[in-house]
């Protein structure tokens, strides 16, 4: 994979096309050796590790990317955008979801007025990062539902006692849901234990199942601390979850991509946006940065 590159495409908020690309250049270093470049003395470091520039054109109106980002009945004035794609060498990434996250959107995410929009990945990337393992069409045959729109249900509110919510799930699966999730608010809390209520959860689905010829799905919340991820995944699946759910945005995009690639667990995974709002909502949510 020598010298392999992958590409991000950022959408820059600037005056000129002279300063949107001293914007692009800034992502370039920062996003990489993060380091005064003129001091660089490296000819590897200066051509090869620093984030290149391939391309900066003006935003037209009928761009792709006109509107990402952008919050409902708002219209920007494309004249004010461009659009970079900077390509990075693939070492830079570790090969990891975590260091690879760092470089599309690492310090520059600190910055106003820069938008990632596009990523292409490369053929080593690919091997890496290879997606859902299942995705849509596997889910449908998984809980048997071909056409129609799939049904998601919930158990909730938080503070119900575990026997309710398994008492939800056998209701839920009755009526006809093709998954069960727990709410991502409720976790490991003395009134809803986690072992306790997984269990519960996962024999009430397959009884109803089985009972009622049905193949609905029930995901364990497995959102926690450190490797309590990997440890209460792993107890779902024992006890009979047959999906996952998972918030990236509070336990970190490495132990989603863990899950993922886990060849014990090999189960479906929700991805839920708890704590993900203020990094695709500028301007309308976020945490103050002293917080």
């Given at each position: 994979?020598?010298?392999?590159?992958?590409?991000?495409?950022?959408?820059?908020?600037?005056?000129?096309?002279?300063?949107?690309?001293?914007?692009?250049?800034?992502?370039?270093?920062?996003?990489?050796?993060?380091?005064?470049?003129?001091?660089?003395?490296?000819?590897?470091?200066?051509?090869?590790?620093?984030?290149?520039?391939?391309?900066?054109?003006?935003?037209?109106?009928?761009?792709?990317?006109?509107?990402?980002?952008?919050?409902?009945?708002?219209?920007?004035?494309?004249?004010?955008?461009?659009?970079?794609?900077?390509?990075?060498?693939?070492?830079?990434?570790?090969?990891?979801?975590?260091?690879?996250?760092?470089?599309?959107?690492?310090?520059?995410?600190?910055?106003?007025?820069?938008?990632?929009?596009d990523i292409e990945?490369?053929?080593?990337?690919?091997?890496?990062?290879?997606?859902?393992?299942?995705?849509?069409?596997?889910?449908?045959?998984?809980?048997?539902?071909?056409?129609?729109?799939?049904?998601?249900?919930?158990?909730k509110p938080m503070?119900?006692?575990?026997?309710?919510?398994?008492r939800m799930c056998?209701?839920?699966?009755?009526?006809?849901?093709?998954?069960?999730?727990?709410?991502?608010?409720?976790?490991?809390?003395?009134?809803?234990?986690?072992?306790?209520?997984?269990?519960?959860?996962?024999?009430?689905?397959?009884?109803?199942?089985?009972?009622?010829?049905?193949?609905?799905?029930?995901?364990?919340?497995?959102?926690?601390?450190?490797?309590?991820?990997?440890?209460?995944?792993?107890?779902?699946?024992?006890?009979?979850?047959?999906?996952?759910?998972?918030?990236?945005?509070?336990?970190?995009?490495?132990?989603?991509?863990?899950?993922?690639?886990?060849?014990?667990?090999?189960?479906?995974?929700?991805?839920?946006?708890?704590?993900?709002?203020?990094?695709?909502?500028?301007?309308?949510?976020?945490?103050?940065?002293?917080?």
């Amino acid at each position: 994979m020598k010298d392999e590159r992958f590409i991000v495409t950022y959408r820059i908020e600037a005056s000129s096309y002279e300063e949107a690309k001293a914007i692009a250049w800034a992502v370039q270093v920062e996003q990489t050796i993060e380091f005064p470049y003129e001091f660089v003395t490296d000819p590897y470091i200066k051509g090869t590790v620093t984030g290149r520039l391939e391309s900066l054109e003006p935003m037209g109106a009928d761009s792709t990317y006109a509107n990402v980002g952008v919050m409902p009945n708002v219209t920007i004035n494309p004249s004010h955008y461009y659009v970079a794609r900077i390509s990075y060498l693939v070492d830079t990434t570790a090969l990891e979801a975590t260091q690879f996250l760092n470089v599309v959107f690492g310090n520059s995410s600190l910055q106003p007025h820069i938008w990632v929009v596009d990523i292409e990945l490369c053929p080593t990337l690919y091997d890496v990062f290879k997606g859902p393992r299942f995705g849509l069409q596997g889910l449908r045959q998984l809980v048997e539902t071909p056409t129609r729109p799939m049904i998601q249900a919930v158990v909730k509110p938080m503070g119900t006692p575990n026997e309710e919510l398994a008492r939800m799930c056998g209701a839920y699966t009755r009526g006809g849901a093709d998954v069960i999730k727990d709410d991502h608010g409720i976790s490991n809390q003395s009134f809803s234990q986690y072992k306790d209520r997984v269990k519960r959860c996962a024999a009430m689905v397959q009884e109803m199942n089985a009972a009622h010829g049905t193949h609905t799905l029930y995901a364990a919340n497995v959102s926690g601390d450190g490797t309590d991820v990997l440890e209460r995944a792993y107890f779902a699946k024992e006890v009979g979850a047959t999906a996952l759910m998972v918030a990236a945005g509070l336990v970190g995009f490495g132990w989603l991509h863990k899950l993922a690639t886990d060849e014990k667990l090999r189960l479906p995974i929700i991805h839920h946006p708890a704590y993900s709002g203020g990094f695709v909502s500028p301007g309308t949510s976020g945490i103050a940065d002293y917080l």
